[in-house]
């Protein structure tokens, strides 16, 4: 009896070890959606997803590169992650903005590449189609002021 109490407890406890890993998902589904860039001077469209960063050329909707990232942080308005490449690591926050005033959701990346604190101004603006979202609504934001480049409330 005693030794099937062992076999017994050093199966649990092996079955216990390959568990799968519990799949982590954004707080705020507006974070899983295309974001189309702003700029015309960045002319790509981005996808993240809390393990990747997802490059596309906007015009022609062709992925680019797709790069590895880690989340940071995960709340109802901000999502942090940290980013590497083969050459270096670059932080970046994505931040619900609300809406556009022609109606679609705003969402603001900020890029820091030493350490997440961000403090300068290296920000742009992505738009996502209030249609592709559930219940069509933006969701919790915060308000940036693009005059400061900082986060008002």
């Known amino acids: ?22 799949e982590v998902k954004f707080k705020n589904p507006i974070f899983y959606q295309r974001m189309e860039s ?3 001077s960045r002319p790509y469209d981005i996808a993240i997803t809390p393990t990747t960063k997802r490059i596309f050329y906007n015009e022609k909707a062709e ?3 797709t790069e590895p990232c880690e989340l940071l942080e995960n709340s109802e308005t ?11 690591c670059t ?7 609300g809406e556009t005033h022609w109606g679609a959701c705003n969402v603001i990346e900020e890029e ?3 350490n997440p604190n961000f403090e300068f101004c290296n920000a742009q ?8 979202l559930p219940n ?6 915060k308000d940036w002021n693009y005059r400061t480049c900082k986060w008002d409330n």
């Open 1 to 22: 009896m005693k030794n099937f109490v062992i076999v017994l407890y050093t199966l649990l406890t092996a079955c216990s070890l390959f568990q799968p890993k519990e």
């Open 125 to 132: 603006g992505f738009f996502i189609d209030k249609k592709l």
């Open 63 to 65: 992925l680019v590169y």
């Open 78 to 88: 901000r999502v942090l992650m940290k980013c590497c490449d083969e050459n270096n």
């Open 136 to 141: 069509h609504e933006c969701g919790p934001a």
């Open 91 to 97: 932080y970046l926050r994505y931040t619900s903005a």
């Open 38 to 40: 702003a700029s015309i």
């Open 112 to 114: 820091s590449f030493q």
